[in-house]
């Protein structure tokens, strides 16, 4: 159910900030679990759009050409190395949603942003916490969670994520509070 989350593992599922999260560096955030254990977890903020070109980085960290022409994504407040979302199932990394691979494995980056065809996304930074930080968040009503989806990961507009992902979360609580199967986008059709 959206809104609940499952205390084994959130892997695959998207953080949305609510209002009630005081961090600044995650509002409005839709944030994608990459990886979440007893230990910790790690997410990638899937709506800031950095000021850089990814080209421009890609030449200060790497001798290799960079065909991709989009700008670095912001993945979080910690530092980290260059990571990517894609969907090449060839390429090194792990499913995170059906269709959807993360890496930060320095080969498959190269073999990403050579193709000027990549359906991907590189990060820098990430979003990190400690054991047991973000089930906390979560019980303070920091966080809504949902599954994510491969149109999560790769919608064009990232400037409206946030507000779509809260719509689809309440619609869902709608729906169940008066138990019907659907519910229609604009109930005065009715």
Partial sequence: MIGEHDLDSLQGHLLIASPHLPDP???????????????GALGLILNRVGT???????????DTD???HD????GGPVDGPLMALHCDIDLEGHEVVPGVYFTSERDSLESLVQRDDSVCR???GYAG???GQLDREMEAGGWLTMPASFDH??????????????NA????????????PDLPSDPSCN
């Fill in 129 to 131: 916490w400690g054991g």
């Fill in 169 to 180: 979360i309440g619609e869902e609580i709608t729906r169940n509070a008066l138990g019907l």
């Fill in 122 to 124: 590189i990060f820098s």
């Fill in 25 to 39: 560096n995650f509002y409005k955030s839709v944030v994608l679990i990459i990886e979440h254990q007893e230990d």
């Fill in 52 to 62: 850089m070109c990814l080209d421009e980085v890609w030449r200060a960290v790497c």
């Fill in 71 to 74: 700008q670095l994504r912001m």
């Fill in 66 to 68: 960079c065909s991709l």
């Fill in 153 to 166: 990961v790769f919608d064009i507009d990232e400037d409206s994520l946030w507000q779509k992902v809260m």
